[in-house]
């Protein structure tokens, strides 16, 4: 397993919507087991493939956030909201590509997803809680979309400079 480089906003390959896997092989299964392994060290709770540069409809997650839990890793192949509840949730959301800004994001409190496993085979499920919030920011990733557009424009551009400055930084080494 390799750690992969996680690109920081604003970057153009985070804008962009993300295409179909089309068969799950041990490509697919390797680039898997990478994000997994970037995520829990990070450490987060989700990564969407677009966030190291790979523009395909896949993501990882385990929100299981106490460390004597057993991790719940999942992998979700071209996963699709079939359902969304009319009941909504706030979290403070935040993003690896986004470090250390945390803002209030509301999305439904539920919702139904579809999407292939790492076996290939086909899963269909309910999450909530923050579950619900994880897998709708990690799909909203595919669709090029980040928490911080949901913000008010100006909050929205204060987060981006303040990227901007860290990317520069970080540059500069
Ligand atoms: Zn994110």
Redesign the pocket.
Known sequence: MTLRNILIHPDPRLKKKATPIAAVNDDIRRLADDMLETMYDAP?I???AP?IGITERLLVMDCVKDEEATPEPMVLINPEITWSSEALNVYE??????PEQYAEVERPAEVEVQWTDEKGKQRRERFDGLWATCVQ??I??LNGK??IDYLKPLRRQMITRKMQKLKRERARG
Do not use: R, T, W
């Not at 959301?93 to 986004?98: A, D, K, M, P, T």
């Open positions: 987060g989700g990564l969407a966030q959301e935040g993003c690896l590509s986004i920011h990690e909203d990733h980040l928490f």
